[in-house]
């Protein structure tokens, strides 16, 4: 694949889907779990002499975020410029009195997208973004929230809450500063022109190429990549996922390359810190088995990572879930690197990640296939990290997975976690149903004022943009010097 498919105009196509072109002259470093990338953004913050750009999806006021609270506060007495980006349901159980005190300090801090009675439904799109720039020399981006959570170590295995971020050195580093200034300006304004570096005037640090993929709500950039990608690759794809809940079609396209004899595996928790994810992403495990997909579960307390290596040199890190919400309503960041020497510390790192995971496998006989681990797993670490709240957001493809493994025909007997799911549904229909006809109006009221309020919204919504139109002046017709038109 580095070879023939490059040569074919992978490039091109890349930067068509994507719209992230290639930059040349990077240096990147990868960085494994919390502490590692704590200490890289610490220290990056703590070089900063004339901006801090930080946007993340969860940042906590517990003991790590009062380390970067108290970082961004001393850098905005300096001097320095100092904007943080935050999302309004990631940090919803943050204290007013922790934003407060940097913007006090002179930390400008914004939230993204809080809900509106203008348009209640467009709050589910989520900044799930985890990114920080520094004075258009640094950027990292990854999995890594700002918590606590991430500095969990399991106290039977000693196996890590796992994660991985990069660093960023290079011409690559701008077009994360263009996505925080993209998401800044959706958040109340536009940033100062100093702050927005021409990636073209960068000087090269490195030999790594790597492109930036902004993903935004409704563009679907990294989903098009992911289906590019699949479309060519000839020899092996790795996926790290958090709350694999993958859509349709990129479960199809994974199941099509590795019916054509290519190595995929997807590594998953073992235990979830969103259970009811995990849950319902192993419904969805049979159709891959079945088709060639390899599934392996990480037994430490979490993997909480999202990336994918394939075919030895291309390489992403960043912070989209194979999920309808990451990969269609949010807004997210990927950094993917177009080298053989990353892809080769990627690929270590996933089969070390392997040799502490198991593999899930199809038992039994070929008429009555069975979903099972090849061995039982750790399931104490979730007191290790009880309190930790992850990022994952897949609401959406829940409802379309669960009714997709409820209706799918198949003559094979349900595993367990596929009964209990669908006798908890059922169940929960039944009752609802039974209650319903007892008490009818326990249901109507609900309803009733549900479809009050949503209508409400609804007429007051297109009243506004009724108004709006009559008060916007139509375009004066241009003069093109022919009457017949």
């Known amino acids: 694949m580095s070879g023939g498919f490059r040569r074919e105009g992978l490039d091109r196509a890349l930067a068509r889907t994507s719209d992230a072109p290639l930059r040349e002259g990077n240096r990147l470093e990868l960085l494994r779990n919390g502490p590692d990338t704590y200490e890289d953004w610490l220290a990056a913050i703590g070089r900063a002499e004339r901006w801090v750009h930080l946007d993340n999806y969860i940042f906590k006021d517990d003991e790590v975020g009062e380390r970067f609270a108290q970082a961004l506060v001393e850098k905005a007495r300096e001097g320095v410029s100092v904007r943080v980006l935050y999302d309004w349901f990631g940090c919803l159980d943050v204290r007013r009195s922790f934003w407060r005190r940097m913007r006090e300090a002179g930390v400008e801090v914004r939230v993204v997208n809080p809900p509106t009675l203008g348009g209640p439904l467009g709050s589910i799109r ?112 790795w996926i790290t996922d958090a709350y694999f809940l993958s859509m349709a079609i990129l479960s199809q396209s994974l199941m099509s390359v590795a019916r054509d004899g290519v190595d995929v595996r997807v590594l998953v928790p073992a235990t979830n810190d ?23 579960e990480y037994g430490g307390p979490m993997i909480h990572a999202k990336t994918l290596v394939a075919d030895g040199w291309w390489s992403k890190v960043g912070s989209t879930n194979l999920n309808f919400a990451s990969l269609v309503a949010n807004w997210e960041i990927d950094l993917v690197a177009e080298d053989t020497g990353f892809a080769a510390q990627m690929e270590a790192l996933f089969e070390e990640d392997l040799s502490n995971a198991r593999e899930v496998r199809l038992a039994g006989t070929a008429a009555h296939p069975r979903v099972r681990p090849e061995r039982p797993i750790q399931t104490s670490d979730r007191e290790a990290r009880r309190g ?26 349900l595993e367990t976690h596929e009964q209990a799911l669908a006798a908890a549904a059922s169940g929960a229909l039944l009752g609802a149903s039974v209650l319903s006809l007892r008490f009818p109006r326990s249901l109507a009221w609900p309803l009733g004022a549900a479809g009050a309020i949503y209508g409400g919204l609804g007429v007051l919504r297109a009243a506004r943009t009724a108004l709006s139109g009559r008060r916007r002046k139509p375009p004066a017709p241009k003069d093109t010097g022919d009457s017949g038109q």
């Open 126 to 237: 989520r900044d799930h973004r985890k990114l920080l720039a520094v004075d258009g020399e640094y950027a990292s981006t990854g999995g890594v929230c700002i918590s606590e959570g991430w500095l969990v170590t399991s106290p039977e295995t000693r196996l890590p809450y796992r994660d991985t971020a990069v660093g960023v050195r290079g011409p690559a580093v701008a077009e994360v500063e263009r996505a925080f200034a993209g998401l800044w300006r959706v958040a109340g304004g536009s940033l100062p022109e100093a702050e927005c570096p021409d990636p073209g005037s960068m000087p090269r640090v490195g030999e790594e190429a790597a492109r930036v993929v902004v993903q935004e709500p409704r563009r679907m950039r990294t989903l098009r990549m992911l289906q590019l990608l699949t479309a060519g690759v000839e020899r092996r794809l």
């Open 274 to 296: 969103l259970p009811w994810i995990g849950a319902l992403s192993r419904t969805g495990y049979r159709q891959f088995l079945e088709s060639g997909v390899r599934i392996f």
């Open 388 to 413: 930790v709240v992850g990022s994952g957001s897949g609401g959406s493809a829940t409802v379309l997975r669960v009714g997709t493994t409820a209706l799918q025909k198949s003559g094979y007997p």
